[in-house]
């Protein structure tokens, strides 16, 4: 297991994101806004007596200010999408987030990061011969892309909470969040060895699923000993090794940048597109970023074998039809199926795709039962 591997922390899913409106083509990898309390100490931390006190601290953790360099990539076993391919599905209507995601899923990444407070974020994508950009400045969010040279703007309501564009949310901070949402009772949680990620000492934490029907073998988590902050991610397939998610900051200064880094000014010729902000329903605060709506939190699946369904009336149009899609699914009784070591797609002939951590034939058993409310 590698020094720097690690583990995750509990969702604090934020209402009416202000990054909903962000093309999600536009950010592969991103950054969680709220992270870093103090200043940090190198080296290997004094263990902590339970999982349960490191638990405490990722949960604590505030936010403040930092810059930093963040990596990511993925050993799903999943085929290489040709960069061509990626792109003409990016500039698709139907196809431009199941895209960045795939993007996401069969490369690696490496992106600049920095945050001064709630509302000045900006993560900065380095790919090959290209650069994505998300940015927030005050009210003001942008988005660039310099392979397709299109900005997107929109100016935000004051007071509206940040938080990283979805669904490449594959920050150690975001991943983190996601997988303890996942966590729960079903999840034995230990102590790891002390390391050291970026310079900083992290406790780890373990997180093994006690459910026999999940592809997910164990999670690791680097937390930042002194400000509670995930430095790194790794999340291990059943049968393999190495981890099939790898998430890590390989530097990371606890400061605040330089304010120069959150101004920007669309470059010449750039297709400038200005976007609505998305408007909150009544009563909703937008400085609550640490609960989700009732609603949401009594619906949302939960649990490392859980099975998420999607109505055939909310897939895109013509979305399994699509020439990459067609390229990793493979034909099946009743649909297509789409594997890989951590996860399964199903595609079921009536139009409805089910997701989950899980083998095709638990989403083939589950596409093949009554009709429910949608979700395991």
Known sequence: MKETQADVRQERATPRRWTRWIPAAAVPAVVAVGVLASGATAGSPPPPSTPQQVLALVAAHTARSFSGTMEEHTDL???????????????????????????????????????????????QVIDQLAERDAIRNGTDAWTYDSSTHKVTHAQLPAGTAASAPTPAALSPDQLAQRLLAAAGPNTDVSLGSPTTVAGH?????????KASGTLVARVTIAVESQTGLPLAV??????QSEPAVHAAFTKLALRAPDPSVFAFTPPAGATVTEKGAPSAPAGTDHARTDKAPASKAATAPRGWDAVVTVPAAKVPAGFADQP??????????????????????????????LAGAVPASTLEAAAAAPATTGAK
Request: charged share 10%.
């Open 77 to 123: 076993g999943l085929p290489s999408i040709p960069g061509q391919a990626l792109s003409a599905a990016k500039g698709s209507s139907s196809l431009g987030s199941e895209a960045a995601l795939l993007d996401l899923l069969t490369a690696s990444h490496t992106a600049n990061v920095y945050a001064d407070g709630p509302t000045r974020q900006r993560v």
């Open 234 to 239: 790794d999340v291990f397939a059943k049968g």
């Open 324 to 353: 990459l899609v067609k390229q990793l699914a493979t034909p099946v009784a009743g649909g297509s199926v789409i594997s890989s070591s951590l996860f399964t797609v199903f595609l079921a002939a009536d139009g409805r795709v």
């Open 201 to 209: 000492g992290a406790y780890t934490l373990v997180l093994t699923p």
